[in-house]
């Protein structure tokens, strides 16, 4: 049968002893070990997933911001546009009634002198159909009647 040595019984005897050691020392330490292990990456694991969620809470801020910021941009440009349309339209009119002006000042200006050209040009005719009528009538007309007269005849003569 089966022969129980001393040795066998020793060894069987510190393996007991051995397993209840570790167990009482080593097990609960490395256990306990172990999860705070288990508990610090699902800490980690937990924070990563809330860093995540802050960067895209980040992401989105931002993405908003810049669309806000994009919004304005635009609208900044828009009312520049309008701006300078509106001032260019204003420089255009003020331009417009400037160039009217100056027009309507050059045919006045162009109608005194054509009516003082005019004036000068009937007294010289008056003047030369007085030395005319004069020579051809060898008298010398000097009365008021007589440079009516011819005033009225050379008026006639410039109207026709």
Not at 88 to 105: G, L, R, Y
């Amino acid at each position: 049968m089966v022969n129980f040595n001393a040795t066998l019984i020793a060894q069987i005897l510190n393996f007991l002893i051995l397993v209840f050691v570790l167990a009482k020392f080593a097990y609960k330490p490395v256990v306990r070990i172990m999860d705070e292990r288990k508990n610090k990456i699902a800490g980690d694991l937990e924070a990563a997933e809330k860093a995540k969620d802050e960067a895209e809470a980040v992401k989105a801020e931002y993405a908003a911001k810049l669309a806000n910021a994009r919004q304005e941009a635009q609208a900044i440009i828009d009312n520049a546009r309008k701006t300078a349309q509106a001032a260019h339209d204003k420089i255009v009119a003020e331009t417009k009634a400037e160039q009217d002006q100056i027009i309507a000042t050059a045919k006045e200006a162009i109608a005194l002198e054509k009516k003082k050209a005019m004036d000068d040009i009937r007294v010289q005719v008056i003047s030369l159909s007085m030395i005319a009528a004069g020579k051809i009538v060898e008298q010398k007309l000097g009365s008021e009647e007589d440079k009516k007269l011819a005033g009225e005849i050379v008026d006639s003569i410039l109207k026709k």
